[in-house]
């Protein structure tokens, strides 16, 4: 069950370096667009958006006046074809901006954009959020080490994200999985473990339910159930081992309770060394690109000095490998922590063959 685990209430936001801005450019994240987060701040009022039990959701809809509103339209359909497309500007004529959502909760304060296409009415949404290398650099380890790729732009001091599609595991937890059958609970439970090492490993904190997705996926007669983060503001900040540990919210108290009654000890452990194993061969896969990433990330600064002097201590105390002693920042750590797994990733091997 879940410890008294606590985060920072104010994490603070990290600017972009010029190191991270050239690895960004590199790799074709970086690049010009016509409209950034600030010019959408100049909305003349909103609504309150309610879901369909009347339920506030804490994001307002914003509206411009007429003058702005063509210019942002355009602007906003323009980085769409950036973000989704080839950037070219023949899409534009088939999209149409619905709504721009603010929520002016948690760090980011982001922007949501729904954009439609005209011709079959199919929809989609991105992000339009302030540019924090923390969020960056998770976004790019969730790119590289976990299964799913994702797909950013950053211009400045603006960052813009694709949406990633699933259920909240907040509303999953209270209104789906009672409902779910004792196998599909199974499943899920062994997620949730695999889910917990991801995270542990390359120390994406704040995993409280409402900060990751459950997305179902039909599979021949029965539904898998993948989780995936949606949220990595909290990326290798806090001091705390157990904040990098999803099992230790509270949030999660119904699932680690269906990871202890579904899934033995011995399983419990086999499904994290496949984990371990997983990532070893995606950091090996993306091994000149991590390295660039890595390299940027070990000379910034994404946390406080105290953060990272307990937080090395905790890791050597959890693993005994005296290399996270000599680690000086937060990249070093991460560093020193995808070491680790490949390394014993590496002689298990070695020593099957």
């Known amino acids: 069950m879940a410890d008294d685990v606590k985060i920072s209430k104010k994490k603070p936001s990290y600017p972009v ?9 590199e ?4 690049m010009d667009l016509p409209i950034v987060y600030s010019d959408l701040l100049r909305f003349q009022g909103s609504v309150v958006v309610y879901d369909e039990k009347d339920q506030d959701t804490l994001w307002i809809r914003v509206y411009y006046s007429d003058t702005d509103r063509d210019e942002i339209d355009h602007s906003l359909k323009k980085v769409y074809s950036e973000l989704i497309s080839d950037g070219g500007d023949w899409i534009l004529k088939y999209l149409n ?3 721009i959502d603010y929520c002016t909760f948690g760090n980011s304060k982001p922007f949501r954009i729904k954009v439609r296409n005209i011709l079959n009415d199919n929809y989609t949404y991105f992000y339009v959020k302030k540019a924090d290398a923390s969020r960056i650099y998770g976004l790019e380890l969730e790119h590289m080490l976990s299964p799913y790729n994702l797909n950013f732009l950053v211009c400045k001091d603006t960052l813009i994200e694709e949406h990633i599609a699933g259920i909240p595991g907040d509303e999953f937890i209270k209104n789906s999985l009672d409902n779910c059958s004792e196998s599909e609970k199974a499943q899920i439970a062994k997620e949730f473990v695999k889910f917990n090492e ?3 490993i390359r120390l994406l904190g704040d995993m409280r339910s409402y900060n990751y997705v459950i997305v179902p996926i039909h599979d021949f007669d029965h539904v898998v159930f993948k989780i995936r983060a949606i949220d990595f503001d909290q990326q290798s900040f806090e001091g705390k081992l157990k904040i990098y540990m999803p099992q230790f919210y509270k949030e999660n108290n119904k699932m680690v309770e269906m990871v202890q009654n579904k899934i033995q000890n011995e399983s419990i452990e086999q499904y994290r060394i496949e984990e371990r194993s997983i990532v070893a061969k995606r950091i ?3 091994k000149e690109r991590l390295n660039s990433l890595l390299k940027c990330m070990e000379s910034d600064e994404l946390s406080l000095s105290k953060n990272v002097d307990n937080l ?4 050597y105390n959890y693993t005994l490998d005296k290399t996270f002693r000599q680690s000086k920042s937060m990249g070093e750590i991460v560093k020193s922590t995808l070491d680790f797994v490949k390394r014993n990733y590496e002689n298990v091997s070695t020593k099957v063959m």
């Open 27 to 30: 790799y074709r994240r970086n």
């Open 312 to 315: 090395k201590e905790e890791i």
């Open 97 to 99: 901006v619905d709504a």
């Open 17 to 25: 370096s010029k190191n991270l801005d050239s690895y960004l450019s």
């Open 198 to 200: 991801r995270c542990t």
């Open 284 to 286: 090996i896969s993306f």
